[in-house]
């Protein structure tokens, strides 16, 4: 039940056909499970087809399943949207119905309809903060149909639609460990990571999915005050460059310190060859920051993961460290799988 003095309700997660959407949802189901002063509370999955082994699953997780196409249909939206206390607004590049020509749209039809359904509480998550501080010439302009200039539209339009006491922005920059594994089939053919040739000296935060879930859960299921107007970046307790990455990476698969460097274009075939799809090559070039030209060290200094959860996350190392992973470095017959 959605009850303005608390804040507290239903929470419904958009974006649940990809695997950060799937993530979130069962942190949002696990954590009253975890911290019984929490009420557990109606979680519902939104995604476009209920028919799909990923929508059972979210069931079988014991959330409500709600399924509407939400570029075509607005009603539906508005619809599943009505009695929702809180919104976490997921747009993930990653899913499979997400283009850079569609992710603008995607937000903006979900603002709008939270707007008309009197939504109390919008959780927006973004892969992209406003442009860094820089030592040396500014960046390029942001192409117009990068998905950096998306979010940041998305975000700016939320402003316009909400009040900042309805608000709250969770940011995950950087290197995603799951990311990492686009690399695996290189790694494992090559016996060396793929290095940009001219950037190796930017600096990069890294996070973890079930960071990036869980700051999520904490703030949906708090107090909309608690955490409105503010602005979280959830972040691992680490600053690394890509050269460092690809040390921390080969160290932990036991392997020699080799890195092949070569052009951008290049670099993005050999991801899109991974995964299969050439938009989320260019989104995942976008979220290390290899499509603007940088000089110097980037410099991320905010981190939020522990101020929100009493975590500090996971490192690189550790995720080196868990099942799976280090067997994904070295199969190249199996595609890895982002998030």
Not at 236 to 264: A, K
């Amino acid at each position: 039940m959605s009850t303005s003095a608390t804040g507290r309700g239903s929470i419904f997660v958009s974006g649940t056909d990809g695997d950060k959407g799937v993530a979130i949802v069962q942190q949002l189901l696990q954590l009253p499970e975890q911290y019984k002063h929490l009420c557990p509370q109606i979680i519902y999955a939104g995604l476009p087809d209920d028919s799909t082994p990923r929508a059972k699953s979210l069931q079988g997780l014991g959330a409500r399943v709600v399924a509407f196409d939400i570029f075509h249909d607005h009603e539906a939206a508005v619809h599943a949207l009505t009695g929702v206390t809180k919104l976490c607004l997921l747009i993930d590049p990653l899913s499979e119905r997400m283009q850079r020509a569609n992710a603008y749209n995607y937000g903006k039809a979900f603002i709008d309809a939270a707007k008309e359904a009197k939504v109390e509480h919008v959780i927006f998550l973004s892969p992209f903060t406003p442009l860094d501080t820089v030592f040396g010439p500014s960046l390029e302009q942001v192409p117009a149909y990068s998905y950096r200039s998306q979010f940041m539209l998305i975000e700016s339009y939320l402003h316009t639609q909400f009040n900042n006491n309805q608000i709250t922005l969770l940011r995950y920059p950087g290197v995603l460990h799951q990311h990492l594994l686009v690399f695996g089939k290189y790694i494992a053919q090559h016996n060396a990571f793929p290095l940009p040739n001219q950037q190796t000296e930017i600096t990069v935060e890294s996070c973890n999915m079930i960071d990036i879930a869980r700051a999520t859960a904490c703030v949906a299921h708090s107090p909309t005050l608690r955490h409105s107007q503010n602005a979280y970046k959830i972040s691992s307790p680490q600053l690394l460059t890509f050269e460092e990455v690809s040390q921390r990476v080969l160290s932990g698969l036991d392997r020699g310190d080799t890195v092949n460097l070569m052009d951008m274009a290049t670099l993005q075939q050999i991801i899109g060859d991974s995964i299969g799809n050439e938009d989320h090559a260019a989104f995942l070039l976008e979220m290390w920051g290899l499509q603007q030209k940088l000089t110097g060290r980037r410099l991320e200094i905010t981190r939020d993961l522990e101020l929100l959860t009493g975590q500090s996350g996971k490192t690189l190392n550790e995720f080196l460290k868990e099942d799976g992973v280090r067997d994904a470095f070295l199969s190249h017959i199996v595609l890895p799988k982002v998030a």
